[in-house]
């Protein structure tokens, strides 16, 4: 079993930025990517960024390429989502999760890959 918990999440005006962080625990070679999510009220839970742990390739959907950056370091198994130029559409909860053993993203991270989640940090982008 690998446990996640995020934090970093907080208020911020739009334009501003953000880091959230993402320490993992437990079995953390029983993953291959690690994929960040985020969800509204109403709304299903939409993968945002994801980098695989066996080469640190990363991918991104396209609401946040360009803006956002993934990044892990090795050596503390934390995994980090730097936030720029947010909008007010970025607010969300946002979570990390680590993906099923034999899953390696090549786009942005599939909710149904997913097994082992944090639990969620928000992010509130406002004037």
């Known amino acids: 079993q690998v446990q996640l918990v995020e934090s970093g999440g907080g208020l911020v005006q739009p334009g501003g930025s953000l880091r959230l962080s993402c320490a993992a625990s437990?079995?953390?070679?029983?993953?291959?990517?690690i994929g960040w999510f985020r969800q509204v009220p109403g709304k299903e839970r939409e993968g945002v960024s994801c980098?695989?742990?066996?080469?640190?390739?990363?991918t991104y959907a396209d609401s946040v390429k360009g803006r956002f950056t993934i990044s892990r370091d090795n050596a503390n198994n934390t995994y980090y989502f730097q936030m720029s130029s947010l909008k007010p559409e970025d607010t969300a909860v946002y979570y990390c999760?680590?993906?099923?053993?034999?899953?390696?993203?090549?786009?942005?991270?599939?909710?149904?890959?997913?097994?082992?989640w944090g639990q969620g940090t928000q992010v509130t982008v406002s004037s």
């Open positions: 980098i695989n742990t066996s080469d640190g390739s990363t």
């Open positions: 999760a680590a993906g099923s053993p034999d899953y390696y993203c090549s786009g942005p991270p599939l909710l149904s890959e997913f097994r082992a």
């Open positions: 437990g079995s953390t070679l029983a993953y291959h990517a």
